[in-house]
């Protein structure tokens, strides 16, 4: 088979399992185990590929997206962020574009902070993508999961290695106060946490997902905190579920920040809340 007929086959097997984007997949598959990138593929379609190990790696990896619904980003290793490319495994939360739209509206709100504190980090996108564009004095990333920490330290070590990482259980180990604290907490209720997709459900961190009984939980417990950790006029950001929003914005609210104001991603859903001490 040509390198198109190898893509082809790869599609039919994903869209046996209706995995959506089957074609795209299966595109990503093949050149990751060819070491191809776009234009190599695109010019050279019709280059013959003879079985061998690349080709048995590519069959191992549709199998595994297939039959035990591994995510795709897991089994290439990354997922493009902002720009750059972030290592993943299974023991961080796949960054997704919901996210990054809710770094453009921190960037849009025009603030130039020069000291940033990433709770909940994961593979330390957030943190590291916001240092890259403020190019603050301090940048850090925490999370209560070392393993998540290990994975957003190689992160930083490769793409900005002036951001720090330290476990901590949100505030815990943290000292000093930030002109930003930005989160993208756990925030899907436990019981929506069983039904989600079997790519997530079975293969994403269940830490980074459970926001315990109303989703809410860790909202509740940072807004409570933030206060001590932030300057005065600092911005509280948080990513939330979309139907979070007003909830999320009484709270801080009651806990004495103003401005706190709702934005909605490009699909109209509620994404983000933030306002100043
Ligand atoms: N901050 C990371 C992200 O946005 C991880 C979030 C999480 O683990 N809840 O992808």
Redesign the pocket.
Known sequence: MNRREWVQYGQRQLEKEQIDNASGEAWYLFSHCMKLNREDYLFGMTEEVEEGPETKAYEEMLEKRRKERIPLQYLLGTQEFMGHSFVVTPD?????QD?ETVLEEVIATGIQPEKIL?L???????AISLALFFQPKICIGT?ISEK?LEIAKENGKRLCPMVEFIQSDLFENVEGTYDLII?????ITSEECRKLMPEVRDHE?M???DGKDDGLFFYRKIIREASGYLKAGGMLAF?IGYDQGNAVKEMMEESGFHDVKIKKDLAGLERMVFGNK
């Open positions: 961080v939360l796949i960054p997704r996210t990433d909940c980090t994961g593979s330390g996108c957030i999370d998540a989160s993208n907490p756990p925030y961190p830490l980074a997902l990513e």
